[in-house]
Nanobody, 124 residues
């Protein structure tokens, strides 16, 4: 499995960004892709996840209502649309695939395939 995250950049507070995660090598029809982020000096935290089967999603409280995750099965791509960004959203964003199929969880322990990360910086 390979995951390629992209779309990060520098944005002002209140701005928006769209991250993309292109997946390849997934052989199952049932899997979960999640977005995590890690700020300097902090632990990696889950942001959102989405199920391949019915598109069910789950969000961290800190981003619910501001971030939306979606998928395009034809493109094997999962998106993270981020709006009303805040300085505390700054960090390296990673996409990851769960090891156990369908699991709407943001706990790191459930994910064993990781992309390389893309930097998001929210600053004026």
């Amino acid at each position: 499995v390979q995951l390629q995250a992209s779309g990060g950049g520098l944005v002002q507070p209140g701005g928006s960004l769209r991250l993309s995660c292109v997946a390849s090598g997934i052989t199952s029809d049932y899997y979960t892709i999640a977005w995590f982020r890690q700020a300097p000096g902090k632990e990696r935290e889950g942001v959102s996840c989405i199920s391949s089967s019915d598109g069910s999603t789950y969000y961290a409280d800190s981003v619910r209502g501001r971030f939306t995750t979606s998928r395009d099965g034809a493109k094997n791509t999962v998106y993270l649309d981020m709006r009303n960004l805040k300085p505390e959203d700054t960090g390296v964003y990673y996409c990851a695939k769960a090891s156990v199929g369908l699991v709407l969880s943001l706990q790191v322990r459930w994910y064993d395939d990781w992309g390389q990360g893309t930097q998001v910086t929210v600053s004026s």
